[in-house]
C-alpha cells in the first residue's frame, strides 16, 4: 500500500474514484494520486481540490449556525 509519498514522505490518503471504481492514493502536498502499485496516475485537478474545500467550509458553517442556534433558543427560554 502507498501509504507514504515517496517525494515528500507525507502521508497519503485513500480517495475513492466513482468514475474509475478504484481507489487511489492522494497526497496533499504533492496534489498526485498513485495506484496501488505507488505509480503516479495523475495529478489532483483544481475543481476536486475545490470541492474538497468546499466540503470543508460547509462543515464550519454548520457547526457556526447550530452554535447561534443553541444561543437563541437558551435566550427564548
Ligand atoms: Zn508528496
Same mark, same amino acid.
Given at each position: 500500500?502507498? +501509504? #507514504?509519498?515517496?517525494?515528500?514522505? =507525507? @502521508?497519503?490518503?485513500?480517495? #475513492?474514484?466513482?468514475?474509475?471504481?478504484?481507489? +487511489?492514493?492522494?497526497?496533499?502536498?504533492?496534489?498526485?494520486? !498513485?495506484?496501488?502499485?505507488?505509480?503516479? !496516475?495523475? =495529478? @489532483?485537478? %483544481?475543481?476536486?481540490?475545490? =470541492?474538497?474545500?468546499? %466540503?470543508?467550509?460547509? #462543515?464550519?458553517?454548520?457547526?457556526? +449556525?447550530?452554535?447561534? %442556534?443553541? %444561543? @437563541? @433558543?437558551?435566550? !427564548?427560554?
Amino acid at each position: 500500500m502507498p +501509504l #507514504f509519498c515517496k517525494q515528500c514522505n =507525507e @502521508r497519503r490518503y485513500p480517495i #475513492f474514484q466513482t468514475a474509475e471504481k478504484l481507489t +487511489l492514493w492522494l497526497c496533499e502536498k504533492c496534489n498526485n494520486y !498513485v495506484d496501488p502499485k505507488d505509480v503516479i !496516475v495523475r =495529478e @489532483r485537478t %483544481k475543481s476536486e481540490k475545490d =470541492e474538497m474545500d468546499a %466540503k470543508i467550509d460547509n #462543515f464550519k458553517k454548520t457547526v457556526v +449556525l447550530t452554535g447561534e %442556534k443553541m %444561543k @437563541r @433558543r437558551k435566550g !427564548v427560554n
